[in-house]
């Protein structure tokens, strides 16, 4: 979906700020007291122009501006503190790493020692008796209180001394950098460029949001003046990377919202009619859905919704419905595309569509890999002529050479795999179609807001009924039998299960047991009475699906399996799952896995076998045994494992950020209003005060949202 939102020009203003800024691209060797050699070291850690070096941020601050009595000291606790040099003894100790030197420092209150280890013999002379001594250090306890290894200066209190009256920053380092030599090439950094860092915001802007300059935002970061400083400064560095990001999307939103689509006639009619092929009613859940997608598709905008829910709560039926209302006036000759991740998922859905419309007499095809040459370029060249209605297929579907004669709507079912949507572009003559995308991965509603700014969404909430939870069990080392115990006695009730494992093969580093040796021992040792079979992803599809049948038929009833069986297998008569490993994998994860038991008239039950290790993965975990509802446990996961986790950063989509973590919800909405607001003022972002913005937007996302003109 390419379209011109933002065309790029060079005004007087942006060219100013360039010329202005060219001083932060340059190479990070200009910078004082850095130097080619140096220069190679940083370029370990990313660094390799003068910004980067000013945006490596400290991962955390000492704060050494109050100065302790030696009373007041906390074991344990890093401080300062200040006294007189009362004596100096030095050991040699066997061996050529030199001695242990010893300073005693006394001040009004008591005694500490500080200690060197491998110190040479003349460091002595540096600490004559009587003099004057500052320290900052560790506080431990040791025959006495002792600093090891302390930064120190002589003859100066703290107030006098330039290092002890400060907050200092403590640097992600790299070999051949040490803290100091990381603080003094910030330091002349930011004396070198920070006042030619062009800010973005208006004096106006900043006053209201309480947040500082770029100027006083870049030197806070590093040195500040207070914690709360240092604060700001974040918040501000933030607050500016979260809005460029709202800001593209609002854009976008902006230019979809404005283009002309189709717009369909979804009547009672129609509505009755696609109604009566359900065997079933449908949920609340699902009829509000499907009436909201309906009015996006009465409506002459195109539609861009997601679709939200767990496996299992009915979505496919919304996609069915939506399919069908598109294809309902038959004159139009439009034509509809549903795209799933795999091949498997893909032949499932056929299946499920082809028993659906027997009467219905739509000309329907199937689009994946698995096609010979001859049968693809078949179905291709009909799918342009208009003799196909409906394609269901995998990316096979947005292949450079697919083209579509009247496409009028397209469904995704991303399952848990995102990323899709930045890939789709169907061709098509005519006007943009309705875009309808599901997926099983509950994404807690701020972080939605934030991934799919540029579309609607929508949430089913709510099982068909009779769907029981998967009751589901932690079970720490030493009480695993019991979940096999019970996996035996469901088997012989008749019903099949589940045994996954998170890698397929054994990795030496990783004690994991692979789902080849596993299945190895479940068909010998565990289950030998039973038929056991392995699915794993790297198997070649053909075989996938003869397991798979063999398993849905129930000529299987174990199946050890890698995390594939997330997606898209439906056995009704599957019960137990076993989850080996299960601290390994994220809580949403576990939480599809499981879906996939139990949807037949018998309730699932679940065990995950872990070796928590922690109290805060036993934590974790112990989430899932309390709770169904997916959008609690993403919420949890984003909280303990971040972003990445719940998307996979790779294909997600999700922009990496260099400053923003996830901690604060809040300010995703709070740039997301803002955002809107500016875009709303100014759609194009052409005027003068917005150019710096439109240039970092089209810099930053201008290929990732599919902006033309990028320049
Ligand atoms: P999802 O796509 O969200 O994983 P599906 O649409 O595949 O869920 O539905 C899961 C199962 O529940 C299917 O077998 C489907 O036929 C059934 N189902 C869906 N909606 C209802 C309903 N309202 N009442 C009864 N069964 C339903
Ligand atoms: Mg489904």
Not at 297 to 319: E, F, H, I, Y
Not at 623 to 643: S, W
């Amino acid at each position: 979906m390419h379209f011109t939102v933002l065309s790029d020009d060079s005004s007087a203003q942006v060219a100013l700020t360039e010329q202005v800024e060219t001083v932060l691209d340059r190479e990070v060797r200009f910078v004082k007291g850095v130097g080619p050699k140096r220069a190679e070291a940083l370029g370990r850690l990313g660094i390799e122009t003068v910004r980067d070096l000013l945006l490596h941020l400290p991962r955390q601050y000492e704060d050494r501006r109050h100065a302790r009595s030696v009373r007041e000291l906390e074991v344990e606790k890093p401080a300062v503190v200040c006294g007189t040099i009362a004596h100096v003894s030095y050991r040699p100790t066997h061996g050529p790493r030199g001695g242990v030197l010893q300073v005693q420092v006394d001040d009004d209150t008591g005694t500490i020692a500080l200690v060197w280890f491998n110190a040479r013999p003349r460091w002595q002379k540096s600490f004559p008796v009587g003099e004057t001594i500052s320290a900052y250090g560790s506080v431990t306890f040791y025959a006495g209180l002792q600093m090891v290894n302390p930064d120190y200066e002589v003859g100066r209190t703290p107030e006098e001394s330039e290092k002890f009256s400060r907050i200092l920053p403590v640097y992600p380092l790299t070999e051949g950098v040490s803290q100091r030599l990381m603080r003094r090439m910030v330091a002349s950094a930011l004396e070198m460029a920070a006042d030619r860092a062009a800010e973005m915001f208006s004096p106006a802007r900043l006053k209201e949001k309480g947040l500082p300059g770029i100027k006083r935002a870049l030197r806070d970061v590093h040195f500040p003046r207070s914690m709360a400083a240092q604060r700001a400064a974040r918040r501000r560095l933030c607050y500016e990377e979260l809005f460029l990001f709202q800001t593209a999307l609002a854009v976008r939103r902006a230019a979809v919202a404005r283009r002309e689509g189709m717009s369909f006639k979804v009547g009672p009619n129609v509505d009755r009619r696609i109604r009566s092929l359900f065997p079933f009613e449908f949920t609340e859940a699902q009829d509000r859905v499907i009436a909201e997608v309906a009015a996006d598709m009465r409506s002459p905008r195109p539609m861009n919704r997601l679709l939200q829910g767990d496996v299992g709560c009915g979505k496919t039926v919304v996609a069915v419905y939506a399919m069908l209302a598109a294809l309902a006036e038959s004159s139009q000759g439009h034509q509809v595309a549903l795209m799933a991740p795999t091949e498997i998922l893909a032949e499932q859905h056929y299946l499920t569509l082809e028993s659906l419309l027997e009467k219905a007499s739509l000309r329907t095809a199937l689009l994946t890999g698995a096609l010979s040459a001859a049968e693809r370029r078949d179905t291709l060249s009909r799918l342009a002529a208009g003799e196909l209605d409906l394609v269901v297929g995998t990316h096979a579907l947005i292949q450079p050479d697919v083209e579509f004669h009247n496409l009028a709507l397209v469904v995704v079912d991303e399952q848990h795999r995102f990323g899709v949507r930045q890939r789709l572009e169907l061709r098509r003559k005519g006007p943009p179609p309705d875009v309808l995308i599901m997926t099983a991965t509950p994404i807690p509603r701020t972080l939605a807001l934030f991934c799919f700014a540029d579309m609607d969404v929508s949430i089913i909430d709510q099982m068909p009924p009779g769907r029981r939870p998967v009751a589901t069990e932690l079970k720490p080392p030493g009480r695993w039998e019991e979940a096999f115990e019970a996996a035996r006695a469901e088997l012989a009730r008749g019903r099949s299960a589940f045994v996954v494992y998170p890698l397929v093969e054994e990795k030496r580093d990783l004690d994991l047991t692979s789902a080849r040796e596993g299945y190895r021992q479940l068909a010998e040792e565990v289950f030998p009475d039973y038929a056991c079979c392995l699915l794993h992803g790297q198997m070649p599809t053909a075989r996938k699906r003869e397991v798979m049948k063999g398993f849905r038929d129930g000529h299987y009833r174990v199946m050890a399996a890698t995390t594939v069986v997330e997606v898209g297998v439906d056995v009704p008569r599957a019960t137990v799952m076993i989850v080996q490993h299960a601290e390994r994998l994220g809580l949403a994860q576990l939480h599809q896995l499981r879906g996939r038991i139990g949807r037949g008239e018998h309730a699932g039950r679940c065990f995950l076998l872990a070796d928590p290790g922690t109290e805060t993965a036993e934590r974790r975990l112990r989430v899932l045994t309390e709770t169904n509802d997916g959008f609690r446990i993403a919420e949890e996961d984003l909280r303990l494992r971040g972003p990445g986790e719940l998307f996979g950063t790779e294909q997600s989509g999700m922009p990496e950020f260099r400053f923003y973590d996830f901690s604060d919800l809040a300010l995703l909405q709070e740039t997301r209003e803002d955002a809107a607001a500016v875009v709303a003022a100014d759609p194009h972002l052409t005027e003068p005060s917005n150019a710096l913005l439109r240039r970092r937007v089209l810099a930053r996302y201008g290929k990732r949202l599919g902006f033309a003109d990028i320049g």
